[in-house]
T-cell receptor
């Protein structure tokens, strides 16, 4: 089954304790992205990756890191989490061709609800 | 930055009625997409309309796009309880980002 898998689903941590949220897709997609969702703000893009070893900042990258060493994995790293990073996080992937004006829709994971105290 | 803005923020309708929600955006786009989200779960893609298309149908969904007004609408006909969800528009300006609005929460009453 084609899917994007995020882990963990729920995470409670304390300020300053480094954490990693994993994301894996089995559709051989080039493009992967991280979003955070906050009430009233919709989804805001944190980082995205066009392919292996190619990453770029989204709209709210501060406090986050990513890496793309393999095509299927795109982990989100919070080196020193703070309470304002409490949010619902989504990983997504798609098949995107930068030479084309048409880009395929995003496939989303089921989300990771992070609470930082 | 948030590109699409949905209107209304919330909508409550009776089962069997139609639900209409609108999306406005600010810059030129390659395509506009609508997604559904059930209760904090991942978003699911519903329909994509390209900038050179004006209307598109998929089952009980009808999407229109007016690029001169920079707006789109999503119509769900003959709504069912299972349509209760949040609906988001997302704009693709071809810059490797997909910008989402804050969503419309639809409640379908039995």
């Amino acid at each position: 089954e084609a899917q994007v898998t995020q882990n963990p689903r729920y995470l409670i941590t304390v300020t300053g304790k480094k954490l990693t949220v994993t994301c894996s897709q089995n559709m051989n997609h080039e493009y992967m992205s991280w979003y955070r969702q906050d009430p009233g703000l919709g989804l805001r893009q944190i980082y995205y990756s066009m392919n292996v070893e190619v990453t770029d900042k989204g709209d709210v990258p501060e406090g986050y890191k990513v890496s793309r060493k393999e095509k299927r994995n795109f982990p989100l790293i919070l080196e020193s989490p703070s309470p304002n990073q409490t949010s619902l996080y989504f990983c997504a992937s798609s098949s995107r061709n930068p030479l084309s004006s048409y880009n395929s829709p995003l496939h989303f994971g089921n989300g990771t609800r992070l609470t930082v105290t | 930055s948030q590109q699409g803005e949905e209107d209304p923020q919330a909508l409550s309708i009776q089962e069997g009625e139609n639900a209409t929600m609108n999306c406005s955006y600010k810059t030129s786009i390659n395509n506009l997409q609508w997604y559904r989200q059930n209760s904090g779960r991942g978003l699911v893609h519903l329909i994509l309309i390209r900038s050179n298309e004006r209307e598109k149908h998929s089952g009980r969904l009808r999407v229109t796009l007016d690029t001169s007004k920079k707006s789109s609408s999503l119509l769900i006909t003959a709504s069912r309880a299972a349509d209760t969800a949040s609906y988001f528009c997302a704009t693709d300006a071809g810059d490797y980002k997909l910008s989402f609005g804050a969503g419309t929460t639809v409640t379908v009453r039995a």
